[in-house]
């Protein structure tokens, strides 16, 4: 059974950074396309960034781009993303994905407030 767990959120002035760690483990971590989402109070799930299986290719919300970046570590099974210049409207809970043809997994989420 696979299995994908956040950490590295908390609460960080404006402009400050944070970086998140979504470690992978029960499943072939190396055959999946890996992604951030994040959901503010009130709002729907949103696409933050992904990254494909041959870390070849990246996509970014609008909103993070250059701010944000994501990147993975095959041979740690992690995925990473660096938040830098951080803004109120990023607070969120935080969700790493990790998806196949045959299926995906969730983490359970990370809570990132960004508040003076």
């Known amino acids: 059974q696979g299995l994908l767990v956040e950490s590295g959120g908390g609460l960080v002035q404006p402009g400050g950074s944070l970086r998140l760690s979504c470690a992978a483990s029960?499943?072939?971590?190396?055959?999946?396309?890996v992604s951030w989402y994040r959901q503010a109070p009130g709002k729907e799930r949103e696409l933050v960034a992904f990254?494909?299986?041959?870390?070849?290719?990246?996509k970014y919300a609008d909103s993070v781009k250059g701010r944000f970046t994501i990147s993975r570590d095959t041979a740690e099974n992690t995925i990473y993303l660096q938040m830098n210049s951080l803004k109120e409207e990023d607070t969120a809970v935080y969700y790493c994905?990790?998806?196949?043809?045959?299926?995906?997994?969730w983490g359970q989420g990370t809570q990132v407030t960004v508040s003076s």
């Open positions: 994905t990790a998806e196949a043809l045959t299926g995906g997994y």
């Open positions: 029960g499943f072939t971590f190396s055959r999946y396309a």
């Open positions: 990254i494909s299986v041959s870390s070849t290719s990246t």
